[in-house]
């Protein structure tokens, strides 16, 4: 069954330093997302991707966020200075073809991402 | 504002026990409605999703959900939990396939 992979699984960084995580949607999915879910916490919206620019984003998604579809293939979250309250657990997740889009999202493993 | 309330943050229960977890969501129009799973160390995986036609809708492991447009709400059921079915369960909607949206989560312990 296809799948959504997020990579890496587990990042340490120290504040300030600039993250990037990545994601390979479902091959023939057309929406994507990141979401985050600081630790017992509910899962938070962040962005939405189609056609190559951002459909919507959260309050969230501040100037230091960014994403980008650089191939084909993968779908990636940049974050240019991280900051304490920017740890959390980030899942990617993709939804949508050609023929049927409901909304349903396929959710990737998660990246967890810990600001030292 | 659209938003999804989950009324239980944390519900136990023992095996056999019946489970019902309730959740309003907040939007005037039409809604596809889903409910996520998430086990201990994994990612959230679909359990059910509504998007038209009988309001109870069944998903995997013996779940059900039932969707009442009168009342906004999407509760879940399950007749008889068991410990596998220990996890955190979320609530989400989404409205002409845009944003999905999401409660705040239901924490479920099923005591063997």
């Known amino acids: 069954e296809p799948e959504v992979t997020q990579t890496p699984s587990h990042q340490v960084t120290q504040m300030g330093q600039e993250v990037i995580l990545r994601c390979v949607p479902i091959?023939?999915?057309?929406?994507f997302y990141w979401y985050r879910q600081i630790l017992g916490q509910k899962v938070e919206f962040l962005v939405s991707?189609?056609?190559?620019?951002?459909?919507?984003k959260s309050e969230i998604f501040d100037d230091q966020f960014s994403v980008e579809r650089p191939d084909g293939s993968n779908f990636t979250l940049k974050i240019r200075s991280t900051k304490l309250e920017d740890s959390a657990m980030y899942f990617c997740?993709?939804?949508?073809?050609?023929?049927?889009?409901?909304?349903?999202?396929?959710f990737g493993e998660g990246s967890r991402l810990t600001v030292l | 504002a659209q938003s999804v309330s989950q009324h239980n943050h944390h519900v136990i229960l023992s095996e056999a026990a019946s489970l019902e977890l309730g959740c309003n969501y907040s939007?005037?129009?039409?809604?596809?409605l889903f409910w996520y799973v998430q086990y201990p160390g994994q990612h959230l995986q679909l359990l059910l999703k509504?998007?038209?036609?009988?309001?109870l809708v069944k998903g995997i492991k013996g779940f059900e959900a039932e969707f009442i447009k009168s009342k906004f709400s999407f509760n879940l059921r399950k007749p008889s939990v068991q410990w596998s079915d220990t996890a955190e369960y979320f609530c989400?909607?989404?409205?002409?396939?845009?944003?999905?949206?999401f409660g705040d989560g239901t924490t479920l312990t099923v005591k063997p």
């Open positions: 997740a993709s939804s949508g073809t050609s023929t049927s889009n409901t909304g349903e999202l396929f």
């Open positions: 991707f189609y056609n190559n620019e951002i459909s919507e």
């Open positions: 509504y998007f038209s036609g009988d309001p």
């Open positions: 939007y005037g129009g039409t809604v596809n």
């Open positions: 091959s023939n999915h057309l929406y």
């Open positions: 989400a909607f989404n409205t002409n396939a845009g944003k999905s949206t």
